[in-house]
């Protein structure tokens, strides 16, 4: 669904115009700045101004920046309580949100210099709990790519390999060109921020792709440079790819609402981990990683391998008065 930036107050649109063009932010964060902004917008029309509609059917495109303006440090503590309360907001999500206002109005008083303070710089965002990642196992893994099948197998196939093999985020799946592929083993993807980098495709993923390309359609694509296809011949769309992963995930005996294409990505990375003695810097620059410290999640995964290290300790068999 395209968005509709006219459902904003005209400075509203300018931070998104400025985020856009300016800081270069992906479709996807551009996409997340739209909704939380005008979330916020509501919540402040309702809050500051009283307005009693339904929350979906408040309009805030002719919202003046003086309510901005006469904005303090409580109300955006209020709004954190509503999203909590009211909109059931994860921690994940509040802290997401938070960060969108406190981009918003540092962008309207060092920026635009439309506001005479920012009371959002003192906004603090709520803790996050470090959750390590679900991920499937190796033989899981297997048991997923051997249930592939039907019209578009060759087509699922490549996708659930790419997912599996390279840790791809879904928005990069989508985006993917033939064009993109260099020397037939080297792919350059577009992640968060616009910022490119190169993956080195493995065997799995080579044969894949070349299986597919095969029986990919050419004469009814409407991008002729899409990599991944739709029956109509579209890009694949991220919503086809969930679609297909949760009737895999069925398939093969996994708990659909648990696993998604983000876990798939979780499991390339432990299994890269896990498997492959992949140095940790190594794999920041696979999945695409801004900080190391988002990448250090999965080395507490290995559980089993911390147990081994202990295990191999020389003392671990000294027992009261083994000398030896």
């Known amino acids: 669904m395209a968005l509709d930036h006219n459902e904003l107050p005209v400075f509203a649109r ?22 939380d902004i005008r979330i916020f917008l509501r919540f402040l029309r309702m809050h500051r101004l009283g307005d009693k509609r339904p929350f979906e059917e408040i309009t805030v495109n002719d919202l003046g920046i003086d309510v901005i303006a006469g904005t303090n440090l409580s109300d955006m503590y209020a709004y954190m309580t509503y999203l909590s309360r009211s909109r059931g907001a994860s921690s994940r999500s509040r802290a997401r949100k938070a960060a969108t206002v406190k981009s918003f109005y540092k962008y309207l008083f060092s920026k ?3 506001i005479p303070s920012n009371p959002a710089q003192e906004l603090e965002s709520p803790r996050l709990s470090k959750e390590l990642p679900r991920y499937l196992s190796l033989e899981e893994s297997k048991t997923l790519l051997a249930c592939i099948d039907g019209r578009y197998h060759s ?17 990069e799946l989508v985006g993917i060109n033939i064009s993109h592929i260099r020397d037939n083993d080297t792919l350059v993807v577009r992640g968060k921020g616009n910022k490119d ?5 493995n065997d799995a993923c080579i044969f894949a792709i070349n299986e597919y390309l095969k029986v990919r359609p050419k004469s009814s ?3 002729p440079n899409a990599l991944f296809l739709s029956m109509q011949g579209k890009r694949i769309s991220r919503k086809t790819i969930h679609y297909t992963l949760k009737k895999y995930f069925l398939k093969a005996g996994l708990d659909a ?5 983000h876990k798939l990505r979780h499991t390339a990375a432990t299994l890269m981990y896990r498997h492959g003695n992949v140095d940790i810097r190594a794999l920041q620059g696979i999945l695409g990683h801004k900080s190391i410290s988002t990448t250090e999640i999965y080395t507490h ?13 020389p003392l671990s068999g000294i027992r009261p008065g083994n000398k030896k």
Do not use: H, Q, W
Request: with cysteine; net charge neutral.
């Open 112 to 114: 635009a210099r439309l």
């Open 301 to 313: 995964v290995d559980n089993e391998k911390l147990r081994k290290a202990v295990e191999s300790n």
């Open 221 to 223: 694509a409407d991008d």
């Open 197 to 201: 980098r190169t993956i080195y495709l």
């Open 257 to 261: 609402e648990k696993y998604s294409a």
């Open 155 to 171: 087509r699922d196939f490549a996708i659930i390999v790419m997912l599996l093999n390279c840790g791809l985020r879904v928005s």
């Open 14 to 35: 300018d931070f998104l115009s400025y985020m856009d063009t300016i800081r270069n932010c992906s479709p996807n964060t551009m996409r997340e700045y739209f909704y």
